[in-house]
């Protein structure tokens, strides 16, 4: 074991004494002049975690949407799946670990999981655009070099980029690539054949606006847009040569604010979307004549793409089970939607995208949709073999070509994680082959008026919640006092959950009126204040 270097190496790269920070919902993330140590030490465990799979193992440096002074780190497992649970305990322990303590830490995870430090080990590194990104990485680097491991440093990537190239390398190049090249090249190739087998196909279509949210994702879009001319033709704004990133523009932003980001021109009718600081969430919108706002989050997407998908299994004659994955927070109305008018069944999972895309691995098709605009699809080894088959066999030249587009689709989706600009290109096929515009694709149902607000309490940890967070168990009173609100109004629901990410309970609120939905919000959020001990000023009413 090399764990005096690994001791020499950490000294170098030294803990603030008393500093503790968790493995939150996606990995750590905090203000980055505190992130220099957990850094290096996600090195050593992405070492420890390839030595153990016998994988390469991917290390992203980001802070997704967090402001451009924060950042934080994702581990990337062997398929290209987020960090295992079970293990986010000891990247927990690990980054607490006080410089003296480093040791044990370390080995006692070698222990647990019988790990041979004689394996070989392999780690890919990458990083988003924010200014501490770069030396951050370096950190990684130092504490995989550490440990005598090999590694590549991808450079600037988006996340779901990054996801793409751990999963090439590890199925030995069958998912694509492994190369930022590779990606493009594989999209485009998909995107393209899938456009052109449109009967609606207009070699001069309308512009789509994307904000970059002034991140990876822009300088990426840059990389990728001549492989999609003519068929797409794109104007990026907010593409990181001036703005600030995230800082009032991207899909969170957009999606919290429900306003548009600044710095977009935004004519009446045209689509935009905007996408998050390192490019795994996406969301569209459109402004209409009389200068209205409107939204497509991650449920209308959800709804375009299943419904797509559906029908096309219809034509190609295949009985797969598809289902659609969203969390508590998707407007009542796509669930009803989806279950009523597309028969397609609908189920819940918590918050955060790794327990979305567990629960959709249980299908052929699982399409998961986050409403903050996080999400993919999954196609079951079965779906994938079935679809290739038909694009051979199948009975009429309507099936097959049908198939042939169920091959494209499942060849542009990055289906190891949720990716802006693959479920940008696939929204973008479907409008075109259906011959949707925004607003066609906005009427297929109406969402529900809704509000997000959150309260400030002394512990966040005294609220627990069940039925995939749709419910609280504790502090006792706290749901019957919910039931009760929401029985006030009309076509209502509510939920309170902790976040994963902030020091604040989350509440939501829907209802028939956007006054509703406010009031049934707010006092909510007082509910939440008496019973769970709010700190600090009593939640005030929206208006
Ligand atoms: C993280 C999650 C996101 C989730 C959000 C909830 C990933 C990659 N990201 O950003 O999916 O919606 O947390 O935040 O899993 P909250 O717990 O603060 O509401
Ligand atoms: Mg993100």
Same mark, same amino acid.
């Given at each position: 074991m090399h764990l005096e270097s690994v001791l020499?190496s950490?000294?170098?790269?030294? /803990?603030?004494?008393?500093?503790?920070?968790?493995?939150?919902?996606?990995?750590?993330?905090?203000?980055?002049?505190?992130?220099?140590?957990?850094?290096?030490r996600m090195g050593l465990l992405a070492v420890l975690r390839s030595k153990k799979t016998k994988f390469i193992i991917g290390v992203?440096?980001?802070?997704?949407?967090?402001?451009?002074?924060?950042? &934080?780190?994702?581990l990337?497992d062997p398929?290209?799946?987020?960090l295992v649970?079970e293990w986010?305990i000891y990247a927990?322990n690990l980054?607490?670990?006080?410089?003296?303590?480093l040791q044990t830490v370390l080995t006692n995870i070698i222990k647990q999981e019988a790990i041979n430090m004689q394996d070989e080990s392999s780690v890919a590194?990458?990083?988003?655009?924010?200014?501490?990104?770069?030396?951050?990485?370096?950190?990684?680097? $130092?504490g995989v070099t550490a440990l005598e491991s090999k590694y590549?440093?991808?450079?600037?990537?988006?996340?779901?980029?990054?996801?793409?190239?751990v999963?090439?390398r590890n199925?030995?190049?069958?998912?694509?690539?492994?190369?930022?090249?590779?990606?493009?090249? /594989?999209?485009?190739?998909?995107?393209?054949?899938?456009?052109?087998?449109?009967?609606?196909?207009?070699?001069? /279509?309308?512009? !789509?606006?994307?904000?970059?949210?002034?991140?990876?994702?822009?300088?990426?879009? /840059?990389?990728?847009?001549? +492989?999609?001319?003519?068929?797409?033709?794109?104007? !990026?704004?907010?593409?990181?040569?001036? &703005?600030?990133?995230?800082?009032?523009?991207?899909? $969170?932003?957009?999606?919290?604010?429900?306003?548009?980001?600044?710095?977009?021109?935004?004519?009446?009718?045209?689509?935009?979307?905007?996408?998050?600081?390192?490019?795994?969430?996406?969301?569209?919108? +459109?402004?209409?004549?009389? $200068?209205? @706002?409107?939204?497509?989050?991650?449920?209308?997407?959800?709804?375009?793409?299943?419904?797509?998908?559906?029908?096309?299994?219809?034509?190609?004659?295949?009985?797969?089970?598809?289902?659609?994955?969203?969390?508590?927070?998707?407007?009542?109305?796509?669930?009803?939607?989806?279950?009523?008018?597309?028969?397609?069944?609908?189920?819940?999972?918590?918050?955060?995208?790794?327990?979305?895309?567990?629960?959709?691995?249980? #299908?052929?098709?699982?399409?998961? @949709?986050?409403?903050?605009?996080? &999400?993919?699809?999954? #196609?079951?080894?079965?779906?994938?073999?079935?679809?290739?088959?038909?694009?051979?066999?199948?009975?009429?030249?309507?099936?097959?070509?049908?198939?042939?587009? !169920?091959?494209?689709?499942?060849? !542009?989706?990055?289906?190891?994680?949720?990716?802006?600009?693959?479920?940008?290109?696939?929204?973008?096929?479907?409008?075109?082959?259906? &011959?949707?515009?925004?607003?066609?694709?906005?009427?297929?149902?109406?969402?529900?008026?809704?509000?997000?607000?959150?309260?400030?309490?002394?512990?966040?940890?005294?609220?627990?919640?069940?039925?995939?967070?749709?419910?609280?168990?504790?502090?006792?009173?706290?749901?019957?006092?919910?039931?009760?609100?929401?029985?006030?109004?009309?076509?209502?629901?509510? #939920?309170?959950?902790?976040?994963?990410?902030?020091?604040?309970?989350?509440?939501?609120?829907?209802? $028939?009126?956007?006054?509703?939905?406010?009031?049934?919000?707010?006092?909510?959020?007082?509910?939440?204040?008496?019973?769970?001990?709010?700190?600090?000023?009593?939640?005030?009413?929206?208006?």
């Amino acid at each position: 074991m090399h764990l005096e270097s690994v001791l020499r190496s950490s000294a170098r790269h030294a /803990k603030p004494a008393g500093l503790t920070l968790q493995y939150g919902t996606a990995g750590f993330r905090t203000k980055a002049e505190h992130l220099d140590h957990v850094m290096h030490r996600m090195g050593l465990l992405a070492v420890l975690r390839s030595k153990k799979t016998k994988f390469i193992i991917g290390v992203m440096v980001t802070a997704s949407h967090n402001p451009e002074e924060d950042n &934080g780190v994702k581990l990337v497992d062997p398929m290209g799946e987020m960090l295992v649970q079970e293990w986010e305990i000891y990247a927990t322990n690990l980054a607490n670990a006080e410089e003296h303590e480093l040791q044990t830490v370390l080995t006692n995870i070698i222990k647990q999981e019988a790990i041979n430090m004689q394996d070989e080990s392999s780690v890919a590194i990458g990083r988003d655009t924010r200014p501490s990104s770069e030396s951050l990485s370096l950190a990684v680097i $130092d504490g995989v070099t550490a440990l005598e491991s090999k590694y590549q440093d991808y450079g600037l990537v988006t996340t779901p980029q990054l996801h793409y190239i751990v999963c090439c390398r590890n199925t030995d190049g069958r998912y694509g690539e492994p190369s930022v090249e590779g990606y493009y090249q /594989k999209l485009s190739k998909a995107f393209n054949d899938l456009v052109k087998q449109s009967p609606e196909c207009q070699a001069e /279509k309308e512009c !789509l606006s994307i904000d970059g949210a002034n991140g990876i994702g822009s300088l990426k879009i /840059k990389e990728m847009e001549r +492989y999609l001319q003519p068929r797409l033709s794109l104007q !990026l704004f907010n593409d990181g040569s001036n &703005g600030r990133l995230n800082y009032m523009c991207g899909a $969170d932003y957009v999606k919290v604010q429900q306003k548009p980001p600044e710095g977009i021109d935004m004519k009446p009718n045209e689509r935009c979307c905007s996408f998050d600081g390192d490019a795994d969430r996406i969301v569209y919108y +459109y402004k209409d004549s009389g $200068d209205g @706002f409107h939204l497509l989050d991650g449920d209308k997407i959800a709804t375009l793409i299943s419904t797509f998908i559906k029908e096309l299994l219809v034509k190609v004659g295949l009985e797969l089970n598809m289902a659609v994955v969203q969390t508590a927070y998707a407007n009542g109305s796509s669930t009803r939607y989806l279950e009523e008018v597309m028969k397609v069944p609908v189920y819940c999972a918590k918050t955060g995208v790794k327990h979305l895309h567990h629960k959709a691995q249980e #299908f052929d098709i699982g399409v998961y @949709f986050e409403a903050n605009g996080h &999400g993919t699809v999954l #196609f079951s080894k079965t779906a994938e073999e079935q679809i290739r088959q038909l694009t051979k066999t199948g009975a009429s030249e309507e099936s097959r070509k049908a198939a042939q587009m !169920l091959e494209n689709v499942i060849n !542009l989706i990055n289906q190891t994680v949720g990716d802006a600009i693959s479920d940008m290109l696939v929204i973008e096929a479907i409008l075109s082959l259906k &011959g949707l515009t925004i607003q066609k694709w906005n009427e297929i149902y109406t969402d529900l008026p809704n509000r997000q607000l959150k309260v400030t309490v002394a512990d966040r940890k005294v609220i627990d919640t069940t039925d995939a967070e749709r419910r609280t168990v504790k502090p006792p009173g706290l749901q019957e006092k919910i039931d009760d609100l929401v029985k006030k109004y009309n076509m209502s629901r509510a #939920f309170v959950r902790p976040s994963g990410t902030e020091d604040v309970v989350r509440v939501y609120a829907e209802a $028939d009126t956007q006054e509703n939905a406010d009031a049934l919000a707010h006092e909510v959020c007082l509910a939440v204040y008496h019973l769970a001990g709010g700190v600090g000023d009593q939640p005030k009413p929206l208006r």
